[in-house]
Every structure is written in structure tokens, then in C-alpha cells.
């Protein structure tokens, strides 16, 4: 049993849409019920889900509550009863761990297999290289350390415990020993966390070709083509609380009286970037495409490139997300860039218009694994 054989009994008139309860499901559950489908919310244990209800447009029609993330597994072929497509987030892959989300017996929105790219930095890095993507560069030995340094533990979410260290002194003071961990040039420049969609159904407006120029250019008469890729919107991330350290004194005074700073994300800010810098942002976007048919078949729906843009206007990309980020849940009325597409396309609708697409053309089956 596979994608096709569990497609084959679906309904493509009856679709419900499914996502962990948290995150950016708000959101994704507003532009499902907005393109006419049901809703399910996933959750695990005693979670607190009453703020749903204070927003009614994107109220999930159910929820289903586990005792533990272990139990979705064995729900599959209830979930594929009701002709069911999980999206997934962030907290849905922390929650059941890469590796059993990728065995889940139901359609994912989305090329699950890319989730496993993401989590293994080296792979990450190969892969956003080969698409002419700069990243800030690594320090193996900590000894070598004479610029300032981000050191950022394995697995680590929404930033907790990364700090910086300017010299070794600093990092020996600050390492947690025995951790697992990667050292990284600490980029000084604006961040810009970039949100992109590629859709494999759409061969309209940005067009991508599977060949480009060796810098990452378009080549226009390049074929085939793999679809569109929008950039709906830019926010930059809020992060307590190395973010308004400022208002009490400088990073070094804060250190010398054993404050240190901390990359934890709280929220998100809506941003535009200089329209001079559009050019490389398609052209990142594109060459990150491009090079994941060549790697792993594809990435496609929504993904972020989380950008330093330094004083020389060069993009030093230190991530990449390969599905919807929470920084896009401050456009769920459209943004900047996607009012410029269609009125009101958020993340969340952008998603459901590519399944709605596929379920009347009959081809869920190259828009979900
Ligand atoms: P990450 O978990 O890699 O997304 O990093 C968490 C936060 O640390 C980011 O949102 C940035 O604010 C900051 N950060 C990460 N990498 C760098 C870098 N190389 N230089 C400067 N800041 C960084």
C-alpha cells in the first residue's frame, strides 16, 4: 500500500485537511475552510485548545485528542476514511520526531522526504551550496574562534540555548560540555526570513526552468519546466531576548553582569525588503528548487529562506524550512507581495488553492508523498 492505492478510494469532493494544533495551524485551518474543506486538528493530551473558539473563521470542525503522538500512526486508516491530507508545521515533525511523520500511512501535503534534508545540516548545507545559496561559515575548532560566533546545539528548537561567543574564552564559559553542537560565523547584518510557494501545478507568472546559468540565473528557453515560485511574504522573527537587550545596555555590559543573550522566537513581524534585492531572492528561491528535483524529487508548497542581508547587500541564507513557517501567520489577510498575486492569499490559502487544483484535476498524487 502506498500513495497511489490510498488516493485511488479518495473522494476529491470530500477532502479534509489535518494539522497539529499549534504553530501556524490557525491559519492553515482558515484558508482550508475558506476553499470549502473540512478541518481536523491534531492533538496531544490535556492541551488547552479554547482559543479556537475565539476565532471562528478558522475553527477546526474537529479535533482529535492523543495521549501520545505515538497513537496518529495506528489512526491512519480512520484518517484515510475521511479522505484525509495532513499539512504539516514545525510542531507536528517536533511533536511525532522526522522519522515517524515520514512513515505516517496517510497523503502529506507536501515531499515528506525533504523533511529529512532539513534536519541534517550537512545535507542542508550541500544542498543550499549547490544552488549558489552563501551560508555563513563554520568554525570546526573552537581554539580557531576570532570572530564572533553563534553556537547553536543540535536539534535545539526555536533557538534556546544558541549564544555567542567572541573569542575561546567566551565559548568555554558558555558550552554546555558533551552537547552536540556547530559553530557559525555570527552574520552582522538585517534579518529577512523569506517565504516562498512553489507550485508544480501552476506553469504561470515566475516560471522555473530545471536549468539554470552557473550563477544561479535563470535561463529563460531552459526545459523542462517544474512549475511557479511565488515569494508571499518576509517577516523577521521576534527573539527574546537578545531582541530588545538594547533597552537596558549594551550585549557587553549585559555579559560582564552575567546576562547573556538568548535566540528564543516569541512572534513575528511583517517586513518588505529593498525592491534592488528581489532579483536574488527569485534567484535563491529558484536555484533552491531546482536543485531538490536533482537531489531528493522535489520541494514544493510553501518554504522559508532565513536570510542576513549584510552592509555589502549580500544574502547569507543560515536555514532553510521546508514547509509552512509561523512567520507567515502575520499575513492571514494577504501581505505586501501576495496582494499583488490575489487579495487575501495567505500561506494557508496559497496551500489549500494548490490541493483544491489537485483534487479537481485529479492530481493529488504529485502534490502529496
Ligand atoms: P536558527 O535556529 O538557526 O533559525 O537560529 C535562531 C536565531 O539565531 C535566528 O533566528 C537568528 O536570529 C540567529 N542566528 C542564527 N544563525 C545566525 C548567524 N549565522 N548569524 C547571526 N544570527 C544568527
Redesign the pocket.
Known amino acids: 500500500m502506498g500513495l497511489s492505492d490510498w488516493l485511488a478510494d479518495y473522494d476529491p469532493s470530500d477532502i479534509t485537511i489535518a494539522t497539529a494544533a499549534s504553530h501556524s495551524s490557525l491559519q492553515i485551518f482558515h484558508g482550508a475552510k475558506k476553499m470549502g474543506f473540512k478541518t481536523l486538528a491534531l492533538a496531544s493530551g490535556d492541551r488547552d485548545l479554547r482559543y479556537y473558539d475565539a476565532y471562528p473563521l478558522a475553527t477546526p470542525d474537529e479535533i482529535w485528542r492523543f495521549e501520545d503522538w505515538s497513537e496518529l500512526p495506528k489512526r491512519a486508516e480512520e484518517l484515510r476514511e475521511r479522505n484525509t491530507i495532513i499539512v504539516p508545521h514545525g510542531s507536528l515533525i517536533e511533536y511525532m520526531g522526522t522519522g515517524a511523520f515520514a512513515a505516517v500511512e496517510v497523503p502529506v501535503y507536501g515531499n515528506r522526504h525533504v523533511l529529512e534534508f532539513e534536519s541534517n545540516r550537512d545535507k542542508e548545507r550541500a544542498w543550499l551550496e549547490a544552488a549558489n545559496i552563501t551560508m555563513?561559515k563554520e568554525v570546526s575548532d573552537p581554539k580557531d574562534i576570532v570572530e564572533p560566533v553563534?553556537v547553536?546545539y543540535h536539534g535545539?528548537k526555536?533557538?534556546k540555548g544558541?549564544f555567542i561567543a567572541k573569542n575561546y574564552h567566551e565559548y568555554k564559559r558558555q558550552i554546555q560540555e558533551g552537547e552536540p553542537h556547530t559553530i557559525?560565523?555570527?552574520?552582522?547584518g538585517t534579518?529577512y526570513?523569506l517565504h516562498y510557494f512553489h507550485s508544480r501545478l501552476d506553469n504561470d507568472g515566475f516560471v522555473v526552468h530545471s536549468g539554470l546559468q552557473s550563477d544561479g540565473a535563470n535561463q529563460a528557453d531552459a526545459t523542462p519546466v517544474h512549475g511557479s515560485l511565488e515569494m508571499l511574504s518576509i517577516d523577521r522573527?521576534d527573539?527574546s531576548n537578545?531582541d530588545e537587550l538594547n533597552r537596558i545596555g549594551s550585549i557587553k555590559e549585559l555579559q560582564e553582569a552575567g546576562i547573556d543573550p538568548q535566540?528564543v522566537?516569541t512572534g513575528n513581524i511583517p517586513m518588505v525588503i529593498r525592491e534592488s534585492l528581489l532579483p536574488k531572492v527569485f534567484q535563491m528561491g529558484e536555484g533552491v528548487v531546482k536543485e531538490s528535483y536533482d537531489r531528493f524529487g522535489g520541494l514544493w508548497g510553501p518554504f522559508c529562506l532565513?536570510t542576513?542581508v549584510t552592509p555589502d547587500l549580500e544574502f547569507?541564507v543560515?536555514?532553510i524550512s521546508a514547509r509552512i513557517v509561523a512567520g507567515t501567520n502575520p499575513f492571514v489577510q494577504g501581505s505586501a507581495y501576495s496582494e499583488m498575486i490575489e487579495p487575501g492569499l495567505s500561506t494557508g490559502v496559497r496551500i489549500a488553492k494548490d490541493i483544491l487544483k489537485g483534487a479537481k484535476e485529479g492530481k493529488l498524487d504529485v502534490i502529496c508523498t
Do not use: D, L, S, T
Not at 557559525?184 to 552582522?188: K, L, R, S
Open positions: 555563513p553563534i547553536k535545539a526555536g533557538g544558541f557559525q560565523e555570527f552574520v552582522m534579518r526570513y522573527r527573539e537578545i535566540f522566537v532565513e542576513i547569507k543560515f536555514e
